[in-house]
Every structure is written in structure tokens, then in C-alpha cells.
């Protein structure tokens, strides 16, 4: 069969120079068949480029899912932190209304405030003694002269110390203050619990 396909070549480039007299023979070219080895080239490339195709599509994907796996760790990671947090604010809160609950009760005056003298809260003893709404309190006020004032602010249990302040109505008194440390802020800053002893 081969060697008919070679004869029926030859006769038509013969029939084709005859024909075209200009033209030769080398000039004459055949379509190839579909099993010809441009059509097998072609075939190939086609098959690489579709396997790369579909490798940066693997790939894509791999990678995709990679930074969705990171992004979903790292949000139940913020989640857990958030959620503890949140648990740590609440137990503040809770210590911090149990503590005004039992100083509010308390008959001596009481008084919540930071180490700048900022008053967070007092009980109507305190306001009654003190006379008036109070915004700043200075937790040294009328403190003995041979009482260490840096002893009683760097204290970090409760400390009692000798003071003498005038009340409300003007008089001097003397008695003995309670400092009582807090929980430091996030800031740094450290709040106290004043109690009077009068």
C-alpha cells in the first residue's frame, strides 16, 4: 500500500509539471494525512499546554486553599484570644461591683480611686464626711509627716497610716487610713480603695 501511495505521488508531480512547467518538483507539497507527524507535533504541543493549563490550575488551587487554611487558623487564634479577654473584663467587672457592693455597705467612708486622683466611685459616708460630689481625691492628703509616703504608694498589700484632714462641716480630724491596692489597668496605672477609719 505504501508503495502505491509513493506511485500515485509520483504521477501526480509528473501531471503537475506537465501541467505548470514552471513549477518543479520540490515546490509540490502535499496535505499531510491526519496520522502525519506535523499533525502528532501538534497533537503533543496541545497536550503540553493543557497539562500546564491544568498544572497552574492545581496550583492556583493548592494555593488558595493554603491561604484559606492561615486565614481561618488565624481567626479562631483572634477568636480564642478575644474570648479570653472578654472572660478576664468580666471577672474584673464582677470584682469590681462586689467590691462597691460591700464598701458601699460599709459605714466608714469608702472611696475607689487611681493613683492620679481620679474618684471611679465613693459611698455616701465618704461624700457626707468629705461634703460634696467629690471628682479628685489625693489619696496623701494629711498624711503624718513621719509616715514614708513612698512606702505607702509603692504598696501592694494594704497599708494603714496616720492622716489629719478637715471634714465637711471644717473640723480637724485625725484618724487612720487603709490603702488598699487594686488590679492594675491595662495602661499601667494602679487604682486604690481608701477606707477611713474614723
Same mark, same amino acid.
Given at each position: 500500500? $505504501?508503495?502505491?501511495? =509513493? &506511485? ?11 501541467? !505548470?512547467?514552471?513549477?518543479? %518538483?520540490?515546490?509540490?507539497? !502535499?496535505?499531510? /494525512? +491526519?496520522?502525519? =507527524? *506535523?499533525?502528532?507535533?501538534? %497533537?503533543? =504541543? ?20 493554603? *491561604?484559606? $487554611?492561615?486565614?481561618?487558623? &488565624? ?22 461591683? /462586689? /467590691?462597691?457592693?460591700?464598701?458601699? /455597705? ?16 465613693? &459611698?455616701?459616708? !465618704? ?9 479628685? !481625691?489625693?489619696?496623701?492628703? +494629711?498624711? %503624718?509627716?513621719?509616715?514614708?509616703? #513612698?512606702?505607702?504608694?509603692? #504598696? ?5 497610716? $496616720?492622716?489629719?484632714?478637715?471634714? #465637711? %462641716? ?22 486604690? #480603695?481608701?477606707?477611713? &477609719?474614723?
Amino acid at each position: 500500500m $505504501y508503495f502505491q501511495i =509513493e &506511485n500515485y505521488k509520483t504521477m501526480l508531480t509528473t501531471i503537475l509539471q506537465t501541467t !505548470f512547467p514552471a513549477d518543479s %518538483a520540490r515546490d509540490v507539497q !502535499f496535505l499531510p /494525512s +491526519g496520522t502525519s =507527524e *506535523i499533525a502528532q507535533e501538534i %497533537a503533543r =504541543e496541545d497536550d503540553i499546554l493543557m497539562t500546564v493549563y491544568f498544572c497552574g490550575l492545581l496550583l492556583a488551587l493548592f494555593g488558595c486553599a493554603v *491561604i484559606y $487554611y492561615f486565614y481561618k487558623k &488565624n481567626i479562631r487564634e483572634y477568636g480564642t484570644i478575644i474570648n479570653k479577654l472578654n472572660q478576664e473584663l468580666l471577672q474584673q467587672k464582677l470584682q469590681s461591683e /462586689s /467590691s462597691a457592693t460591700i464598701l458601699n /455597705s460599709v459605714l466608714f467612708p469608702c472611696c475607689l480611686v487611681s493613683e492620679k486622683g481620679k474618684v471611679g466611685w465613693c &459611698n455616701d459616708a !465618704f461624700v457626707k464626711f468629705y461634703g460634696g460630689d467629690l471628682k479628685e !481625691f489625693d489619696i496623701l492628703s +494629711g498624711v %503624718a509627716e513621719n509616715e514614708d509616703v #513612698a512606702k505607702i504608694r509603692d #504598696a501592694k498589700f494594704s497599708v494603714n497610716f $496616720y492622716v489629719k484632714t478637715k471634714n #465637711a %462641716a471644717g473640723k480637724t480630724i485625725g484618724f487612720q487610713r487603709t490603702l488598699i491596692p487594686l488590679n492594675k489597668e491595662a495602661d499601667g496605672s494602679k487604682n486604690y #480603695a481608701i477606707v477611713e &477609719n474614723i
